[in-house]
């Protein structure tokens, strides 16, 4: 079955850059999507196909994808922004993977 | 507003079923599929299927096929998750996921409900 790798987690100073990853094979041939989620909450939908804000979504937010991997970027790095994040693409038609998430500590 | 509330907290022995609704209102019930993904206390997501409520089709992950069955009543846009056969480590929330235009990202999800089975 078709796997998405994360780091288990990112460290970033405030006002920094963020970098979390997404590994899977021929990855940049799928769509990916990007949620937040932190305790307690829903997740929240940040980035779809590849590179796409949902509405309400800061700029600071934007995505990346080619060849294995895809990438969440977040410019200037908030407190707010500490939260689980986790990659999603599509298998085939019909089956959806969740990479396994990564834990953004914003020190 | 596009929202998605689901049924309350459940508590289940090990080999019972559960049913889990998720009421969709602010939207086309039938326009969007519907998912369900689930989460174990600290672990991360996983989605278990999904149905298309305009016919009724699913597509349900392997892990779950022989245990899983979700439907749907559009009078009142409601989907449902039966999960059979419960076992200790099905304790998790459970959440419903709309499937936006992009069909590709879920992009309304529920409350979650946490199912807990426990002997």
């Known amino acids: 079955s078709y796997e998405l790798t994360q780091p288990p987690s990112v460290s970033v100073s405030p006002g920094q850059t963020a970098s979390i990853t997404c590994s899977g094979d021929?990855?940049?041939?799928?769509?990916v999507s990007w949620y937040q989620q932190k305790p307690g909450q829903s997740p929240v939908l940040v980035i779809y196909q590849d590179t796409t804000r949902p509405s309400g979504i800061p700029e600071r937010f934007s995505g990346s994808n080619s060849g294995n991997t895809a990438t969440l970027t977040i410019s200037g790095t908030q407190a707010f922004d500490e939260a689980d994040y986790y990659c999603q693409a599509w298998d085939s038609s019909t089956v959806v993977v969740f990479g396994g998430g990564t834990k953004l500590t914003v020190l | 507003q596009v929202q998605l509330v689901q049924s309350g907290a459940e508590v289940k022995k090990p080999g019972a079923s559960v049913k889990v609704s998720c009421k969709a209102s602010g939207y086309t019930f039938t326009g969007y599929y519907m998912h369900w993904v689930r989460q174990a206390p600290g672990q991360g997501l996983e989605w278990m299927g999904r149905i298309n409520p305009n016919s009724g089709d699913t597509n349900y992950a392997q892990k779950f096929q022989d245990r899983v069955t979700m439907t749907r009543d559009t009078s009142i846009s409601t989907a449902y998750m039966e999960l059979s056969r419960l076992r200790s480590d099905d304790t998790a929330v459970y959440y419903c996921?709309?499937?936006?235009?992009?069909?590709?990202?879920?992009?309304?999800w529920g409350q979650g409900t946490l199912v807990t089975v426990s002997s």
């Open positions: 021929d990855l940049g041939n799928k769509y």
């Open positions: 996921a709309r499937a936006g235009a992009a069909r590709s990202s879920f992009d309304y």
